[in-house]
Structures are given as C-alpha cells and as structure tokens.
C-alpha cells in the first residue's frame, strides 16, 4: 500500500515536472518558432497546443515500441533519428487532415505552422530525450503528453498576454516583435521560480 502511494505521487511529480520544471518554451528553449508565430490568438494558439500535444502523446508512443522492438531487435539503433522523423511527419499529416476536414478556420490560422509541427525540435526532442532518459512506455507517453501541456501552456498565456498588447500604449521601439522577445523572456524568468519545485 505505502509504495502504491509512493509510486503514484512519484508519478505526479513527474508530470507537474514536464509541464513547469522542464517547460520545453521556457527553460529548455525547444519549439519556439510555433511559440513566436502562432501565439497571436488565443483559439489558434489552443488549437496549435493541443495539435502539439496529440502529436507529442502518440510519437512517444510509437517511437518508444519502435526503438525497443523494431530497432534494438535488429541492431539498428543509428536509425533511431530518422525512424522517429518518419513517425512524427505521419502522425502531423494524420492531424492536418483532421484539421481541414473538421476545422477549416483553425486549419487556415495555422497556415504553415501546421505542417512544422513535423520539423518541431520540441517534438523530436521527447522522442530523443524518452529513450536517452531510459523510461518505461507509461513514463515514455506521460513525459510526451505532459511536455505538451506545458508547449500548450506556455503558448496560450502568450497568446493571452498578446491579445491584451493589441490594446496597450507601448513605446515605438519595442512595438511589434520586440515586445513579444521582452514578454517571453519575462514569462520564462516567471517560470525558473518552479526550478526547485521538483528535482
């Protein structure tokens, strides 16, 4: 019972880890083109999240069974960036046509972000990070889908802060994209505070 609890809110903080502690926008840097291009709007930089989070959830998935049944057995594992690549481009497709049949105005909002989903250093990075960190498959899909939730965070209170700037008296210099470097550095000092949270 006692490592039952135990197992679970090593669990928990794990999660709380991904999404605050390892943020891949603001302490590791990754996925910052989608952050930047995306985050004009609240309801496409949600879209964009949650696209970013279904993508990360099954890559890991299926880049984790791959790695450990496909290439390990074969002794193939120089392959492993490439096969990864091919994952994550067809489950980007998967999602753009979802997209444009179920949601043509969020699919148009995303423009071209949409398909560099598949070039996202943030998504090959927990692919990468899944296997060089030695997880499990449920530790594997949890750091996938909760590394995205904390890109889906991360890129809705940017959104939301932008939104808010449309309508604010800001000095000519830092108009337009200075301003979203200042705020984005800020927001990412902001999250260095949960550093210690969970080690």
Request: hydrophobic share 55%.
């Given at each position: 019972?006692?490592?039952?609890?135990?197992g679970?809110?090593k669990?928990?903080l794990?999660?709380?880890s991904?999404?605050f502690?390892?943020?891949?926008?603001?302490?590791q840097?990754l996925?910052?083109?989608p952050?930047l291009?995306v985050?004009?709007?609240?309801?496409?930089?949600?879209g964009?999240?949650?696209?970013?989070?279904?993508?990360?959830?099954?890559a890991s998935?299926f880049?984790?069974?791959?790695?450990?049944?496909?290439?390990?057995?074969?002794?193939?594992e120089?392959?492993?960036?490439?096969?990864f690549?091919?994952?994550i481009a067809a489950?980007v497709?998967?999602?753009?046509?979802?997209?444009k049949?179920?949601?043509?105005?969020?699919?148009?909002?995303l423009g071209?972000?949409l398909?560099?989903?598949?070039?996202?250093?943030?998504v090959l990075a927990?692919t990468?990070?899944?296997i060089?960190?030695?997880?499990?498959?449920?530790?594997?899909?949890?750091?996938?889908?909760?590394?995205?939730?904390g890109?889906?965070?991360a890129?809705?209170?940017?959104?939301?802060?932008?939104?808010?700037?449309?309508?604010?008296?800001?000095?000519k210099?830092l108009?337009?994209f200075?301003i979203?470097?200042v705020?984005?550095?800020l927001?990412?000092i902001?999250f260095m505070g949960?550093?210690g949270?969970v080690k």
């Amino acid at each position: 019972m006692m490592s039952e609890a135990t197992g679970i809110v090593k669990i928990l903080l794990f999660m709380v880890s991904c999404v605050f502690t390892s943020n891949y926008i603001f302490s590791q840097f990754l996925g910052i083109c989608p952050f930047l291009g995306v985050s004009n709007k609240v309801e496409t930089a949600v879209g964009m999240g949650l696209a970013v989070t279904f993508v990360m959830g099954l890559a890991s998935l299926f880049t984790w069974v791959i790695y450990r049944f496909v290439l390990l057995t074969l002794g193939l594992e120089y392959l492993r960036t490439i096969s990864f690549i091919l994952v994550i481009a067809a489950l980007v497709q998967f999602v753009e046509m979802f997209l444009k049949k179920s949601s043509p105005s969020l699919y148009k909002a995303l423009g071209i972000y949409l398909p560099l989903i598949t070039t996202n250093c943030a998504v090959l990075a927990v692919t990468l990070m899944n296997i060089d960190g030695a997880y499990n498959l449920l530790y594997s899909v949890l750091n996938g889908v909760f590394s995205a939730i904390g890109f889906l965070v991360a890129i809705v209170l940017m959104a939301g802060v932008r939104e808010r700037l449309e309508t604010a008296n800001i000095l000519k210099p830092l108009r337009g994209f200075s301003i979203n470097l200042v705020i984005a550095g800020l927001m990412s000092i902001a999250f260095m505070g949960f550093s210690g949270l969970v080690k």
